[in-house]
């Protein structure tokens, strides 16, 4: 299990493989750019290639990028999904360029207009998308679980399951990435042996475990069912424990993120050495 934090790219993309390094870390997540702003910087190729000269000289075996949030790819809004379309070709060239393994997105919100639609569109979304993905032929895009709050799109597994479902038979290639946070604010418990074994059925029964291919690590601020999106350190939130949930042998191999807060510089490091002992417990 390869294990690593969202890290910076301050003072450029290639720099995160330096903080993911002193973390001890073989896994990193970053942003490719702004993930607040449509209008993103090129990137340089030097800096693309130094990325992957640093990660080749490193520990570093898996690389995720995060898309930028403002991408909606099930809105009913033309303007507004033509806009994301856009930002994501952007994205996904960018995590073609550094060598990354996943492009994880949210696929937005449908603004009430239903899961059915949301899968339409999202489809549409891809269909379009076509020739930027065969461009990137290296790349898997996961698509990422919501809390469910606002009529976002993939709260429900099943809902995600029928997305994926729709786009197989294609030449692109697409993943899962599971956030416990978000999970169990959607409704779905990960603390004990029973409950893990249940969610795991749930995997396997709409997204299917072989599109499972990477964890957001996170404790949740919000109860169970909740809809709450608010992150929390690990252990010290409404999940509470874990250890069942890290050493299910579905889940040991798949590499984890953790996007807990970073109050202060000791935050990272104390989590990622809590998930390790829970996962050899």
């Given at each position: 299990?390869?294990?690593?934090?969202?890290?910076?790219?301050?003072?450029?993309?290639s720099?995160?493989?330096?903080r993911?390094?002193?973390?001890?870390?073989?896994?990193?997540?970053?942003?490719?750019?702004?993930?607040?702003?449509?209008?993103?910087k090129?990137?340089?190729?030097?800096?693309?290639?130094?990325?992957?000269?640093?990660?080749?000289?490193?520990?570093?075996?898996?690389?995720?990028?995060?898309?930028s949030?403002?991408?909606?790819l099930?809105?009913?809004?033309?303007e507004l999904?033509?806009?994301?379309?856009?930002?994501?070709?952007?994205?996904?060239?960018?995590?073609?360029?550094?060598?990354?393994?996943?492009?994880?997105?949210h696929?937005?919100?449908?603004?009430?207009?239903g899961?059915?639609?949301?899968?339409?569109?999202?489809?549409?979304?891809?269909?379009?998308?076509?020739?930027?993905?065969?461009?990137?032929?290296?790349?898997e895009?996961?698509?990422e679980n919501?809390?469910?709050g606002g009529?976002?799109?993939g709260?429900?597994?099943?809902?995600?399951?029928?997305?994926?479902?729709s786009?197989?038979?294609t030449?692109?290639?697409?993943?899962?990435?599971?956030?416990t946070?978000?999970?169990?604010a959607?409704?779905?418990?990960?603390a004990?042996?029973?409950e893990?074994?249940?969610l795991?059925?749930?995997?396997?029964?709409t997204?299917?475990?072989?599109?499972?291919?990477l964890?957001?690590?996170?404790?949740?601020?919000?109860?169970?069912?909740?809809?709450?999106?608010?992150?929390e350190?690990?252990?010290?939130?409404m999940i509470?424990t874990?250890?069942?949930?890290?050493?299910?042998?579905?889940?040991?191999?798949v590499p984890?993120?953790?996007?807990?807060?970073?109050?202060?510089?000791?935050?990272?490091?104390?989590?990622?050495?809590?998930?390790r002992?829970?996962?050899?417990?």
């Amino acid at each position: 299990m390869s294990i690593g934090v969202h890290v910076s790219i301050a003072g450029g993309v290639s720099t995160a493989v330096e903080r993911a390094e002193d973390l001890g870390c073989d896994a990193l997540q970053c942003f490719g750019g702004n993930p607040r702003g449509w209008k993103q910087k090129p990137l340089a190729a030097e800096e693309a290639t130094l990325f992957r000269e640093k990660r080749g000289a490193s520990g570093i075996d898996t690389v995720a990028i995060h898309t930028s949030y403002l991408i909606n790819l099930s809105s009913p809004d033309d303007e507004l999904f033509e806009k994301s379309l856009s930002l994501f070709s952007v994205e996904l060239e960018r995590a073609e360029a550094i060598g990354a393994d996943y492009l994880v997105t949210h696929l937005g919100s449908s603004r009430g207009e239903g899961s059915v639609f949301a899968m339409g569109r999202v489809k549409e979304a891809f269909e379009t998308l076509r020739g930027a993905l065969c461009s990137a032929p290296e790349v898997e895009i996961l698509f990422e679980n919501t809390a469910g709050g606002g009529d976002t799109t993939g709260s429900d597994l099943a809902v995600m399951g029928d997305i994926l479902n729709s786009l197989d038979g294609t030449d692109m290639g697409f993943g899962f990435c599971f956030d416990t946070c978000h999970g169990f604010a959607a409704g779905y418990p990960l603390a004990t042996a029973k409950e893990v074994e249940a969610l795991v059925s749930r995997f396997e029964d709409t997204v299917g475990l072989r599109r499972l291919k990477l964890i957001h690590l996170n404790d949740s601020k919000g109860k169970l069912g909740s809809k709450l999106d608010r992150h929390e350190q690990i252990g010290e939130g409404m999940i509470k424990t874990f250890g069942p949930f890290l050493r299910h042998p579905a889940i040991r191999g798949v590499p984890l993120i953790l996007e807990t807060p970073k109050t202060t510089p000791e935050d990272d490091p104390r989590n990622l050495k809590k998930v390790r002992g829970l996962r050899k417990v």
